[in-house]
């Protein structure tokens, strides 16, 4: 097929479906000069974006919907044809779930997407990929979308992962460190590099590859980045074993530049709608594909991860003596990760819920989270503030590392709780500052819990200034 003058020199963007990875492309296309259509099915989410309303939290981007829907340069839709009538490059956005019971994505909604453009389209057209997708998904969409266009119609597919990060993303947008292009001709190409060409400009590495590639590359990042943060997971175990502190070993690794501080922090583990996911339907393409050494070596990283919540669980009830039916428990923290409100298979918010299970009466905060944590698990308490949350409770844990949450003076906090004792499961606080205020603080393999005062005891002001 040939794409040859299928673009003008300033193509007219389509982006299906508006959910954190669509609203966030379409956003920052607008952004980045071009005018843009996306449509989504739900009616009532894209009412809500055209009246410039961001149905998640992530910062910068409710600002780029509201000035680019205000100056007409982004409009939403739900009806496809008028996409397909308007649109030049048409981005695939949608999501691909964990299957089922099984480990697999779900890439049912990535088919029906491109059916559904293929079958109104009126003129040749290059559909991009930017969901994340099990290897070879490319090759069985072109057949897909081959069998619904109209006759005398090319349509070429091409992959264009997303590297966003939740909390960053229209930076990793508008200002990515790569950009993969899977394409499998030379006008696919161009016309991507076009469509980049201001990200390009400002610096942008480009790897241009075939769509195979180009869907492993995603995949196989986050798989990486989960097996770094595992890896310093079971660094934590060995340095509790050894009376070692994991904190100073990652920082000193870490100055390894082949390795690099990223990723490295032990502690309550990984979550959120990529990671997990992503890992699993690695292990289930391996699997298919009959590559057992990838398959078993990803499998432990998702065991060890799975592990990490029932050892916070485990230590919470450890510290309440053994039990902690009728024991009033502080949740900081229900998103998955600072930056977003996202609590999709969230550590924090599994923790919270285990302990409820156990008994406990746990009350959850989370500055951003609480809304969307409360729709997931409307049996916990939820708090306002981190002070309210901690009233009168015998153990805090910190689930998330938000800003505000870490910055808690431990003093001033002293005053609403039952006992001054505080579970740092993301290793985010400074045990010494808590300690000489009195409070008991475990985290999990630092060497600095070790010795601590009982719980209870108080210093003066005078030696917390020493």
Sequence with gaps: ???????????????????????????????????????????????????????????????????????????????????AAVADVHFLCVGTPQAGE???????????????????????????????????????????????????????????PEFLREGHAVDDTLRPDRLVLGVSSAEAEKI??????????????????DPATAELVKVA??????????????????????????????ESIGLDPRIGHQFLGAGLGFGGGCLPKDLRALIAR??????GHARRLLGVVDEVNESQRTRTVETAVELCGGSVAGVR????????????????????LAVAARLRDLGATVTVHDPHANDNARAA???????????????????????????????????????YVAVPRMLDARNALDPQRWQLAGWEHR?????????????GSRVSEMELMQ
């Design 221 to 250: 990042a986050n798989a990486f980045l989960a097996t770094k943060i595992t890896f310093a997971n079971l660094m934590g175990e060995l340095c509790e074993a050894a009376g070692a502190d994991v904190t100073t070993l990652a």
């Design 286 to 291: 391996a699997d298919e594909l009959g590559v």
């Design 102 to 160: 099984g480990m697999a994505a779900d890439t049912s909604q990535v088919f029906a997407a491109a059916e559904a453009l293929a079958a109104c389209l009126e003129r040749d057209a290059l559909i991009v990929g930017k969901s994340t997708v099990p290897v070879g998904t490319t090759e069985a969409l072109v057949a897909a979308v081959t069998r619904r266009a109209a006759p005398g119609i090319d349509v070429e597919v091409a992959w264009n």
């Design 443 to 455: 985290g999990f393999g630092r060497s600095s819990d070790r010795a601590q005062p009982s719980a």
């Design 1 to 83: 097929m040939t794409l040859d003058g299928m673009a003008p020199l300033e193509p007219v963007i389509g982006v299906i479906g508006t959910g954190y990875l669509g609203t966030t492309h379409a956003a920052c296309m607008a952004e980045l000069g071009f005018d843009v259509v996306a449509q989504d099915q739900s009616p009532e989410r894209v009412a809500r974006l055209a009246a410039g309303e961001l149905p998640f939290y992530e910062p910068a981007l409710a600002e780029l919907v509201r000035r680019h829907t205000a100056s007409g340069r982004l409009r939403f839709t739900h009806d496809v044809a008028d996409l």
């Design 377 to 415: 698990e409307p049996d916990l308490c939820f708090a306002a503030t981190a002070e309210d949350a901690c009233r009168d409770a015998s153990l805090v844990v910190l689930l998330t590392e938000w800003e505000e949450l870490v910055r808690l003076d431990p003093r001033e906090l002293s005053a």
């Design 329 to 348: 428990i502080a949740a900081l923290g229900a998103a998955f990760k600072p930056g977003t409100d996202d609590v999709r298979d969230s550590p924090s």
């Design 192 to 209: 991507l590099r076009q469509v980049y060409v201001d990200v390009i400009r400002d610096g942008a590495a480009v790897v241009v590859t």
